[in-house]
T-cell receptor
Framework: DAGITQSPRYKITETGRQVTLMCHQT?????MFWYRQDLGHGLRLIYY???????DKGEVPDGYVVSRSKTENFPLTLESATRSQTSVYFC????????????FGSGTRLTVV | GNSVTQMEGPVTLSEEAFLTINCTYT??????LFWYVQYPGEGLQLLLK?????DKGSNKGFEATYRKETTSFHLEKGSVQVSDSAVYFC??????????FGTGTRLQVFP
């Protein structure tokens, strides 16, 4: 089915471990985004990508790495997880015309213990 | 800078009450404005949008008008239902390809 999917839905990891969150979209939209959602902060942009092999930092990029070797995938890696990275992570995508608005995945709830 | 400010929640209403959730934005450039809704355990869904001044976005009984003179995009609904209980996010575009979100307002509707 067409859409945007995130995996895993839930993840518990230990401090210092590397963890990768996956995001896949079936529309071949140019833009993809990673946000984190925290109480009192709303959604904050971590990284975004305008096309394959083009990525850029958002508001809170420290501690995260992204790649975009294929248009449909945009994985987010926490190189060495910290407790402050406990959050709900949302991937989103949009066509070039951002006035259409974003389509979001269902989110990944990450807990770092 | 670019920012969006929403009223703090939770907003608690009885069914069929009138709803207003305030949203103001910084006036940098000519942004598009959006309201997103997040139901429990789900991702955000686009509720409505407006791309230029005086535009009115509407969907599912919700409305919001792009007011350039007051830099506002308040969300309204004439008669809320229990099923409207969710978190509502106001957002504006910037730099042509990104959105910045408000902190969200939780709406709780009781029968």
């Amino acid at each position: 089915d067409a859409g945007i999917t995130q995996s895993p839905r839930y993840k518990i990891t230990e401090t210092g471990r590397q963890v990768t969150l996956m995001c896949h979209q079936t529309w071949s939209h140019s833009y993809m985004f990673w946000y984190r959602q925290d109480l009192g902060h709303g959604l904050r942009l971590i990284y975004y990508s305008a096309a394959a092999d083009i990525t850029d930092k958002g508001e809170v990029p420290d501690g995260y790495v992204v790649s975009r070797s294929k248009t449909e995938n945009f994985p987010l890696t926490l190189e060495s997880a910290t407790r402050s990275q406990t959050s709900v992570y949302f991937c989103a995508t949009t066509k070039v015309d951002r006035a259409d608005g974003y389509t979001f995945g269902s989110g990944t709830r990450l807990t770092v213990v | 800078g670019n920012s969006v400010t929403q009223m703090e929640g939770p907003v608690t209403l009885s069914e069929e009450a009138f709803l207003t959730i305030n949203c103001t934005y910084t006036a940098t450039g000519y942004p598009s404005l959006f309201w997103y809704v997040q139901y429990p355990g789900e991702g955000l869904q686009l509720l409505l949008k407006a791309t230029k001044a005086d535009d009115k976005g509407s969907n599912k009984g919700f409305e919001a008008t792009y007011r350039k003179e007051t830099t506002s995009f308040h969300l309204e609904k004439g008669s809320v239902q229990v099923s409207d209980s969710a978190v509502y996010f106001c957002a504006r575009s910037y730099n042509t390809d990104k959105l910045i979100f408000g902190t969200g307002t939780r709406l709780q509707v009781f029968p």
